[in-house]
């Protein structure tokens, strides 16, 4: 599978990022394009992820910058869980173990086919202190050894003005339940 983006595409991306930082300056007040664009540039394997995270309909925008890394964070900001990545269960061995109506996918494999981590509970409650985010769907979040081990999982959303923290069975699917991502740049 092709994981590099023409000059074209690259160029394309790049602009439609460039529009939505410009346009939600509020998630990332002291934050330069130029330099972020650089560091895209630099990095295509990186913009081959975000065109995923974007195919999808995730929405990516830069949260925040890791000074102790050097890296910028994007995350899908789509107001709620990308579209594309919907009716999917938690991990591999949740999708292996339904033997009947078997969801296509799961949210850990698309993550690590796209390359990016799917947030965790700390993330996903950052997120929302830039917005409201899964008013009407659901996210998956990283789900801790112990909980997943005994079967389960958890997702997250928005509802009441809190941010909520669920459990579910790990081979469970809805048509409103995908997954957030985060890319490192």
């Known amino acids: ?52 995270m974007e195919r999808t309909e995730g929405e990516p925008d830069v949260v925040g910058y890791d000074k102790k890394t050097d890296e910028y964070l994007f995350v899908d900001c789509s107001t709620e869980s990308p579209k594309g990545r919907r009716s999917i269960c938690y991990d591999h061995e949740a999708l292996e173990k339904r033997k009947e109506h078997k969801p296509a996918d799961s949210a850990i494999n698309m993550a690590q086919e796209m390359g990016i981590e799917i947030l965790n509970e700390e993330q996903y409650k950052e997120l929302h202190k830039l917005g409201k985010f899964d008013a009407k769907t659901s996210s998956w979040i990283l789900t801790p050894p112990e909980i997943r081990k005994l079967g389960g999982a958890i997702f997250s959303d928005f509802r009441y003005n809190t941010v909520f923290v669920y459990h579910n069975g790990a081979d469970s699917y809805y048509a409103a339940r995908g997954f957030r991502g985060l890319l490192r740049v």
């Open 1 to 52: 599978m092709k994981k590099q983006l023409t000059a074209n595409e690259q160029e394309e991306l790049l602009s439609i990022l460039e529009k939505r930082f410009e346009k939600n300056k509020n998630r990332h007040e002291d934050l330069d394009w130029a330099k972020i664009e650089a560091k895209l540039k630099a990095n295509p394997e990186k913009l081959w992820s975000l065109e995923q």
